[in-house]
Nanobody
C-alpha cells in the first residue's frame, strides 16, 4: 500500500505562487509516474501535470508556461511549482502515483484558493 502525504496548499492572491509537495512511502513498490490533478467544485477531476521516473513531464494546457512539475532524486516526492496563479486555478489539488504494475494511488488533496 502506497501512502501519499500532500502539503503546500493555501490562499494566495492572483499573480502569486505556491509550491505543492507530495511524498510517497510505504510498502515495496516501484513508481512509474507521479502527477497532480485538480478538482474544482462542480467539475470533474482534471490532469494538471505528470512526470515519469525517467523525467518526462506532461502538462495540461491550462498550466503550460506557469506550472513546473519536478521530483526529488529518490523519485518518491513530487513537486508542483505554480506561478502567475489565477482565480480559475482554485481547486483541490490531488497527488497521484502510478506504480510499475499499473496500480494508482491518490493523496487526500490539498486546497488551493486564488483570491484577492
Amino acid at each position: 500500500q502506497v501512502h501519499l502525504v500532500e502539503s503546500g496548499g493555501g490562499l494566495v492572491q492572483p499573480g502569486g505562487s505556491l509550491r505543492l509537495s507530495c511524498a510517497a512511502s510505504g510498502g515495496a513498490f516501484s513508481i512509474f509516474r507521479m502527477g497532480w490533478y485538480r478538482q474544482a467544485p462542480g467539475d470533474q477531476r482534471q490532469l494538471v501535470a505528470t512526470i515519469t521516473t525517467g523525467g518526462i513531464a506532461n502538462y495540461a494546457d491550462s498550466g503550460k508556461g506557469r506550472f513546473t512539475i519536478s521530483r526529488d532524486s529518490a523519485k518518491t516526492t513530487v513537486y508542483l511549482q505554480m506561478t502567475s496563479l489565477k482565480p480559475e486555478d482554485t481547486a483541490v489539488y490531488y497527488c497521484k502515483v502510478t506504480t510499475n504494475v499499473g496500480a494508482d494511488y491518490w493523496g487526500q488533496g490539498t486546497q488551493v484558493t486564488v483570491s484577492s
